[in-house]
């Protein structure tokens, strides 16, 4: 096993859990995989958020409920300013007596009724999880600004990057860290180190934030319990086969879906529990088919999950490309730093705005140069299958931190070749990353789809433009594909 492998799997067992940071990349494995003719212009960053603890207090009998795993990020005390009043600042401490349920099965010692100020509720980033994406952002802050020098050493103005979460705790708090570790508090300069915030960009949860599932698209309610009706009976006759041990750690609602959150939020944070790593790959491989794999079912599923989101990707992509850099000739290569900013382009017209409102409440002319994006692993296994990577060994439940890259390139090779060219398209590629690994789209698999040099992790973008004419989604779109159908 190596280091790398080890940082995943932090427990006893050896199970993988987490997508810690990669080890740096070698010298000729950096200049293979970015060559001098290639200058960086983009990078997206999508992630699920860090180790958490469970959602709920289930398997009680095998594993305590309440832990003490969040000190850095306590919900428990709350310090309060009244009236504005300068130093009048009150500190409000909550008592959490028991997060367990009463249960004659639960030992005496796993009911928590001494709170902790470290104490977690159910669904949390831990301490841990912090320190998770922190790394995180420091390999991020490695390649991007030391080896590759596409971003600052020091953040002057926060129009460089744009932050973008769903309004969860657990994905705003996971996006706090990772900033923290590609920007440290003492890199931050001028408008970035004053006392006005930096802006995470987030949309109303429920059917309108693009980032996951709209759970009131009433096909996607419609075809999800056509999926449950013929899977669940499937696996209720595989949980026959299974262990007593595996039998009791079943819900009578979620099947193994509540027993493998539970576990892989312990083995995340070496907690001592009783289950062996084929015991828990049981686990993830019937929760995984049971929460995704209607995805391989229903062939639309994608679009309807994840459309809007990967339209929301490709806009910023499209601004990019459309945004003259500088002229060719005095175009720096991705070792270099560039000597002046690209020239400003008009704000495009979008579908989803959220980048433009961006630009506009920093005043920028350009589109930022990198965007994160934080979510769930019902965001990441969605944009796997959009992209048609849910597939071998992408095809399991995402690690927590688990995370999808998009770097959009221009080739200054395709520039000096042909200077006439007046689409900026012609001259930019795109690649995917999924933790860290360069992906081959099937899309991007004809050899007029990537990059002349035979490498096929570089679409170009006209193909993965055309990727996204296919799975994505605009607002009217989503509306009609969210209709049912008469065969539904």
């Not at 708090?173 to 802006?199: C, K, N, Q, Y």
């Not at 994006?373 to 048609?388: F, K, N, R, W």
Request: glycine letters at 4%.
């Amino acid at each position: 096993m190596t280091d790398y492998d080890k940082r995943r799997a932090p427990n006893p067992q050896h199970i993988a859990t987490t997508a810690a940071a990669p080890p740096p990349l070698s010298p000729a494995d950096l200049a293979a995989r970015y060559p001098s003719n290639l200058v960086l212009r983009l990078v997206q960053f999508v992630h699920r958020h860090a180790e958490r603890t469970p959602v709920s207090p289930w398997i009680q009998h095998l594993v305590q409920p309440v832990h003490n795993d969040c000190l850095v990020g306590s919900f428990l005390e709350l310090q309060s300013t009244v009236g504005g009043a300068a130093g009048a600042r009150q500190t409000y401490r909550k008592a959490l007596f028991n997060a367990a349920t009463w249960d004659e099965d639960v030992p005496s010692h796993h009911v928590h009724a001494a709170p902790s100020l470290s104490t977690c509720y159910h669904g949390q980033l831990t301490d841990r999880g912090r320190s998770t994406m922190a790394g995180i952002g420091a390999s991020l802050r490695d390649l991007y600004v030391t080896k590759l020098k596409f971003l600052p050493a020091n953040l002057s103005h926060p129009s460089l990057v744009y932050l973008r979460s769903t309004d969860y705790p657990r994905t705003l708090e996971s996006l706090h860290s990772l900033f923290d570790g590609l920007f440290p508090p003492a890199t931050r300069s001028g408008a970035v180190a004053a006392s006005d915030p930096l802006i995470i960009y987030s949309r109303s949860p429920v059917g309108y934030d693009n980032s996951y599932a709209d759970y009131e698209c009433a096909r996607y309610r419609a075809l999800r319990k056509q999926f449950d009706a013929i899977v669940h009976p499937q696996l209720a006759n595989e949980y026959k086969t299974w262990s007593p041990k595996l039998q009791s750690l079943l819900h009578s609602k979620h099947g193994a879906v509540a027993a493998f959150d539970v576990l892989v939020s312990s083995l995340a944070h070496n907690w001592d529990v009783d289950i062996t790593p084929d015991e828990f790959e049981t686990l993830r491989t019937a929760s995984t088919r049971q929460w995704f794999d209607y995805i391989s079912m229903y062939p639309e599923f994608p679009k309807l999950m994840i459309g809007r989101f990967v339209t929301e990707i490709h806009e910023l992509q499209q601004h990019v490309v459309d945004t003259p850099p500088m002229a060719a000739a005095a175009a720096p290569s991705i070792g270099a730093v560039s000597p002046s900013p690209p020239r400003p382009s008009p704000l495009p017209a979008t579908e989803f705005s959220m980048h433009v409102q961006h630009m506009a409440d920093f005043k920028a002319d350009v589109p930022p140069k990198m965007a994160v994006y934080a979510g769930h692993d019902t965001t990441i296994v969605p944009l796997l299958a959009a992209l048609d990577l849910w597939q071998g060994e992408n095809k399991q439940w995402p690690y927590f931190a688990s995370h999808i890259a998009f770097e959009t390139f221009q080739d200054t090779t395709v520039v000096k070749a042909d200077p006439t060219n007046r689409d900026p398209a012609a001259s930019h590629y795109v690649r995917v990353l999924y933790n860290d690994e360069p992906q081959h789209l099937p899309a991007c698999a004809d050899k007029i789809a990537h990059h002349p040099s035979g490498d096929t992790s570089l679409c170009t973008f006209a193909a993965f433009r055309a990727l996204v004419a296919e799975v994505g989604e605009t607002r009217k779109q989503h509306i009609e594909n969210c209709k049912i159908k008469k065969w539904d």
